[in-house]
């Protein structure tokens, strides 16, 4: 559905807080000075930066713990905090609106294993309502883990950065490995694991709990801003300053807040194929999967969702997607990039992920509509936080034009009906257009097949450089930044 969103008027207003539905979310709340969330780091703290000073809470812990000399704990302090709508900076999590004040920060600078004890005790002692850690360690620290646990028994929940190494080596990513805190991971713009390279990325695996931006995008500095950096060290901040709002607006905390923020999650297993490139199967590996600012707030006992719909055929996997390049011929002579929608008079089969949000099993019915065409399936014991992909009967478009696609989740009880829906436009040609090379060429298709992997397609001759020859998906040239996404998310 689309619901009301707050864009705030942030100079640096990127895809991090838009992809976790902050917007949504501050529609709703945008938090308030009335609880503090505790900030653990190796580095200094600006708490005069122009875009935190509004939220600091004025009280600090640790060892040198105010300065410009380094950066990393700024940067953390603005995901969570920075102020909102205040015509400069990024926009945190929970930043408040303009000179109203937000969810206040509390700082404390770490040096050893032992400070990390002190501090964790320090902030439950000074009323931090969560608190957010990215600096790791690569030994077992196991003093630490009776340090999260009592802060825990005192329902202050600990968040921690899963690591930026792109391997599944848990035992070398604490304190993020611990049961009694939130293992937070990364993704990418489009939702996906984040992977720079085959060892610059977000860990993973079952350890791991949620995940929230690690991209690259806006950060604050020691005193300006920066938009070429990422990792889990940002997206651990953002997670915690979405369920310090929680603990703001709706006074969950504890136990109870941690089972909130997971099973409010967006799953997002489907989405995570490129963990196959690691020799992982991307499912389960990277937690309950994307925080979600707007569901975490709206939580409710009974509720059901469609997050994400695509619609597929033997033609291509995914349609609409913008993400198939092209070979002209085997020696890899010319590259173009195709773009297209419905071939017509090819059936396709639609796709949608559900999820289940409340407290306990569901079962429900989902529909999935178009022009002419309706298909309804039964969802059946779907586990509480759990997402489940719902495959339609074909759907085959008459004529040339556009459809909308919606799929709709039917919960009797459903105590928020705002989530129920997801619509994705599809456009059926006779003609797709080719790109390669500057040129541009309309091609005709008569027929379609897939084959061994390979989609091959009859259509009159296409001469690139002098060869003429047939076409076939290929990944050359294909950037970070190509999606798998139908349509667009609702975010």
């Known amino acids: 559905a689309s619901l009301t969103k707050t864009y ?56 040198n713990t105010l300065g410009t000399t380094n950066w990393h704990g700024t940067g953390c302090a603005s995901h969570a905090c920075a102020e909102l709508n205040n015509n400069a900076g990024i926009s945190g999590a929970a930043g408040g609106w303009g000179s109203t004040k937000g969810i206040l920060w509390m700082p404390y600078r770490i040096n050893s294993t032992a400070a990390n004890v002190t501090a964790v005790s320090w902030m439950v002692n000074n009323n931090a309502c969560v608190i957010t850690q990215s600096a790791l360690y690569l030994a077992t620290p196991e003093i630490l883990e009776d340090a999260y646990a009592s802060a825990l028994a005192s329902d202050v929940l600990t968040f921690a950065a899963a690591g930026n190494d792109n391997n599944d080596v848990a035992t070398n990513m604490w304190p993020a490995y611990f049961d009694c805190v939130i293992g937070v991971g990364g993704i990418d713009n489009f939702g996906r694991h984040w992977a720079w390279d085959d060892t610059t990325g ?51 905390r504890g136990e109870a807040l941690k089972e909130v923020i997971l099973r409010t999650a967006d799953a997002s297993d489907h989405l995570n194929q490129n963990l196959y490139s690691y020799g992982a199967n991307p499912y389960g590996l990277t937690g309950h999967g994307r925080v979600s600012a707007y569901e975490a707030i709206m939580v409710q006992d009974r509720n059901v969702s469609v997050n994400w719909v695509a619609a597929s055929s033997g ?18 002579a010319t590259y ?106 309309n091609v005709q298709y008569t027929d379609a097949w897939a084959g061994l992997g390979n989609i091959f397609y009859t259509r009159p001759s296409v001469y690139a450089q002098g060869i003429a020859g047939r076409y076939w998906p290929h990944n050359k040239r294909r950037s970070k930044y190509s999606g798998v996404f139908i349509g667009h998310m609702d975010l």
Not at 214 to 220: I, N
Not at 224 to 234: A, I, L, N, R, V
Not at 317 to 332: I, S
């Open 8 to 63: 705030p008027n942030d100079t640096y207003f990127d895809w991090a807080p838009n992809i976790t539905q902050g917007p949504k979310a501050w529609t709703i709340t945008t938090g308030s000075n009335s609880d503090t969330l505790g900030i653990i780091d190796v580095d200094q703290f600006n708490q005069n930066h122009a875009d935190l000073e509004n939220n600091y809470s004025g009280v600090f812990g640790g060892t």
């Open 202 to 252: 977000s860990c993973y695996g079952d350890w791991v709990d949620i995940t929230a931006p690690a991209d690259a995008h806006w950060t604050c500095t020691a005193t300006g801003y920066d938009g070429g950096s990422g990792g889990t060290s940002w997206a651990t901040p953002r997670t915690a300053g979405i369920a310090a709002l929680v603990v703001n607006y709706r006074n969950i």
């Open 315 to 332: 033609f291509n996997p995914y349609v609409n997607c913008y993400d198939q390049y092209l070979d002209f011929d085997a020696q890899d």
């Open 336 to 441: 173009g990039r195709h773009s297209h929608g419905l071939v017509p008079y090819i059936a396709v089969t639609p796709k949608a992920m559900v999820q289940n949000r409340g407290k306990t099993a569901e079962s429900f019915y989902v529909t999935a509509t178009s022009t002419g065409y309706s298909s309804t399936k039964l969802v059946s014991g779907l586990a509480s936080g759990e997402g489940v992909i719902v495959e339609f009967d074909p759907f085959t478009p008459g004529t040339n034009g556009s459809y909308t696609l919606t799929v709709t989740a039917n919960l009797t009880g459903d105590q928020n009906t705002n989530n129920d829906d997801f619509s994705i436009n599809l456009t059926c040609s006779y003609t797709d257009t080719l790109q390669c090379d500057g040129g541009d060429w």
